[in-house]
């Protein structure tokens, strides 16, 4: 067997050990520092963290079949919340995702404002999100629809507009080199080669607004969060077993749906 | 007929990529540029459909000033000028037909392409012209489904289908092997004596240029340096277009294996 001799590494010098070594003594104080400062009795906090463990866990996992009916109900309405939401996000994105697109403004400071615009609408949490539009449309699936297509649209803009970016232009190119116009080369060059991405991305997204959904009633903005507060508030953890299980077995079904269908597209 | 006169092009970072150029190219020439790379053959090129735009001097195709085109005069100038790329530049996930219909676009309306009703005589056009590139077979394959070389027939029949009075050629057989340059090139130059399309390729090849070309243009840092017919061409020829000595690399070979 051949040896190798590898280039030597680069020595560290000792004042980089030496800093490296103070800044982790110095996170290790900060750490031990916060730890003494919470006044909490440990012994009471794990003997009532062990014994609403021994109530809550084992009615979990004995589901109140009797509500079946209204989460079922619940949950049909959280899908659709999830579904009329992105696909309002799919459509709002393109124009937003082209405007953020460089090689379609063909303008720096215009494909900036465009990014700038869709930064802004991802900076808002779906939470909140939900909290100004059951203020401003009242307490119902509406307001969570809106919340979700907003949401959703500042993501997929983005990820629209990086698709538009990574085209190849040469295609672009050859037609108009053929004496194309703009509008025959947006549907002959550009369509092609971003509709199936565009999809993909949007069924990706309706994916997360799915599990996304699932909490927007928690402030009264319709799907089965509703039902979640409720139940906790009112200790009733046979219904959240219940409550769980449909959200877990959605979110898997409607995961795996999804994953074939992008294989499928792409 | 093309006429290049005085033309000079100056890239916005100062580089000049062409330096006043005078050629004239008759209708049904197979003309072929040689010369290193950056010595301005694409820039040659380029200028004639406008995908680059001299900063100096005229450029006459059919007699008219094509600098000052823009919009729908330059459009119309694009539809009479085929072109065919390095990279085939096919949209790879539509299938052969479509991009062979592509080269149709601008002689199609708006509304029609976008609807895809193509006129019959258009997709007859199309499949005629994937016959005449011996690829009819796989008209319905998406493009990305086939070779290199089946690529660029299928950008060939593209360009057919445009029904263009030049073709530009932009180096055509760089990303293929030899047999399959050859054979790319067969199909030019006999589309070039059928059709009397006046075909400009660009090559750094020099057996190929000396084998298919009727005319030989030489380029160096962005001059013409050497222009004749391919006859009046031999090694010594190159050696003086490319300023050095002729190397292995500057052969493609493989003329007998196609």
Known sequence: MATYNLPPKPVKSVWKKLKAGLIILAVIALYVWTFRGIEIDWGRAMERVIRNFGIVIPKLFSPDWSAVGEVSMKILETIFIAFAGSFMAAILAIPLGFLAAQNMSGNRFIAGIG???????????????????????????????????????????????????????????????????????????????????????????????????????????????????????????????????????????????????????? | MIEFKNVGLVYPNGTEGLKNVNVTIKDGEFVVIVGLSGAGKSTFIRSINRL????????????????????ANLRKLRTKIGMIFQNYNL???????????????????????????????????????????????????????????????????????????????????????????????????????????????????????????????????????????ASEVTEKTFEEIYGRTIREDDLRGGADES
């Open chain 2, 91 to 229: 949209v790879k996930r539509s299938n052969v037909l479509k991009n062979v219909l592509a080269g149709r676009l601008g002689h199609t309306g708006t509304l029609r392409s976008i609807f895809s009703m193509y006129k019959k005589e258009d997709v007859a056009l199309a499949y005629e012209s994937l016959q005449r590139v011996n690829i009819a077979e796989k008209i319905h394959n998406r493009a990305d489904e086939l070779s290199g070389g089946q690529q660029q027939r299928v950008s060939i029949a593209r360009v057919l289908t445009q029904k263009p009075s030049y073709i530009l050629a932009d180096e055509p057989v760089a990303s293929l092997d030899p047999p399959t340059s050859h054979q790319v090139m067969t199909y030019l130059k006999k589309i070039n004596k059928e059709d009397n399309i006046t075909t400009i390729v660009n090559l750094h090849f020099i057996d190929m240029a000396m084998e298919y070309a009727d005319r030989i243009i030489g380029m160096r840092a962005g001059e013409v340096v050497f222009d004749g017919p």
């Open chain 1, 115 to 266: 990014k700038w615009i869709l930064s802004g609408v991802r900076a808002f949490p779906d939470l909140i999100l939900a909290i100004l539009f059951v203020v401003a449309v009242g307490p119902n699936a509406f307001a969570g629809v809106l919340a979700i297509a907003i949401g959703s649209t500042g993501m997929l803009g983005k990820l629209y507009s990086e698709v538009i970016e990574s085209i190849d232009m040469n295609v672009i190119e050859a037609m108009e080199a053929s004496g194309a116009n703009k509008i025959q080369i947006l549907f002959y060059g550009y369509m092609p080669q971003i509709i199936p991405e565009f999809l993909s991305y949007a069924i990706y997204r309706f994916e997360i607004d799915i599990r996304a959904s699932s909490i927007l009633g928690i402030v009264g903005a319709g799907g089965i969060g509703t039902m979640i507060i409720f139940a906790a508030n009112n200790r009733n953890w046979n219904e959240m077993g219940l409550i769980l299980l449909a959200i877990i077995i959605v979110v898997t079904v409607i995961d795996f749906l999804s994953a074939r269908i992008r294989r499928k597209i792409v």
């Open chain 2, 52 to 71: 680059v735009t001299p900063t100096s001097g005229e450029l006459l195709v059919d007699n008219e000033d094509i600098l000052t085109y823009r919009g």
